[in-house]
DNA sequence: TCCGTTCTAGAATATTCGCTT
DNA sequence: GAAGCGAATATTCTAGAACGG
């Protein structure tokens, strides 16, 4: 792989590295085996948590733990899909996690752009409160 | 150096010192092994960043700091190329940085006339105010 | 290592990692010939930044940048030491940079608690908004 | 005046830990 | 018990501010 078709035209989109280095790793065949998009590309699945953690993550991230990259998820809204298997008694036959995003569909990387970050809501609700308080906007300007 | 093409038509061109040194050091093929054009000319590499800002820094500028020079490249605009493949805990290949500007482009030396150092914020927005407040001539006049 | 000395005396001491981390990297005498004390050990000096980011950093944080590093020092108050013969004309015979807190001490860890790392200056300003608004107790308790 | 160099800080994302639901 | 979230620290990129020439 040469060039993430978000970088070529040489200025940078401003989508978070998180997504962008996501969407390389589902799209990469080379790592289909451990994490790919689903059948109809609306989500994606990891396999064998554990060998994608070590070596996987390491190369596009600042770790290698599964956890990290799932609060990731999380924060950009991402949710886990629950199959109905794996909650069953049986135990599943494949270490098989998956995560969907409404912006996260197969060949249409665009949609990337409108997948948000979380804020946490004390920061929300205070800049709501600088954003309503008239008095405030000399502190918003210089603080 | 005689004179700078830049300055050959008839009009005085008066581009901060730093462009010019900077375009001079990309183009030079002396050091084209620690700074040098991306292939498609519209952004330039750093390799080796040490290497960079002790052997060849100093033989443009008054320090050797990388830190100096990026600060300088932030003045006047330019942003940083973050590369997909760096950010890993595993160590990339190369130490490899990317700077881009809209008009620092390969083979259009006439455009650096339209790069222009940033002032602060707070006086960019005190200038504003003054351009579009007609009370306030004496003081644009002062200021 | 198993115990950190810190958390020895009965009660946990909530010393950063980067904080335990910075004391064990300058009092390690392996690395004594990029980093140390001081000769009175009240602050520490980096000897050839390049190697010492290269080399040593990535041993103990998750980057090899010296600009993170000095980042960092920055956020728990550390202030560079300005030597005179660095200024000066004359280039100074060592690569050398040196860091000073009033709490980093050679010989006194346990003033390690006293670095606090900085908060913004609008998180402070806010957080003291909250504090001294009494009907802000409910939104503090939920938010 | 504007530019250059240095040191420090702002701001956004990233990583980790622990709690809540 | 697992999924999701709050909060603190960590890392990165850019900007503020002071000073000198």
Redesign the pocket.
């Known amino acids: 792989m040469q060039d993430s078709p978000l970088a070529m035209d040489g200025y940078s989109s401003n989508v ?4 962008t ?1 996501l969407w390389t790793l589902v799209e990469d065949p080379e790592t289909n085996h451990l994490i790919c998009w689903s059948l109809n590309g609306t989500s994606f699945h990891v396999f064998d948590q554990g060998r994608f953690a070590k070596e996987v993550l390491p190369k596009y ?5 599964m ?14 899909v ?1 199959n109905i298997e794996q909650g069953g008694l049986v135990k599943p036959e494949r270490d098989d ?1 998956e ?1 969907q995003h409404l912006y996260f569909l197969q060949g249409h990387e665009h949609l990337l752009e409108h997948i948000k ?6 920061i929300q609700f205070l800049f709501g409160q600088l954003q309503s308080n008239p008095g405030s906007a000399g502190i918003k300007r210089k ?1």
Do not use: E, I
Not at 67 to 80: I, P
């Open positions: 978070p590295a998180f997504l280095k991230f600042k770790h290698n733990n956890a990290s990259f799932v609060r990731q998820l999380n924060m950009y809204g991402f949710r886990k629950v996690t995560f970050r979380k804020v946490g809501d004390l603080l």
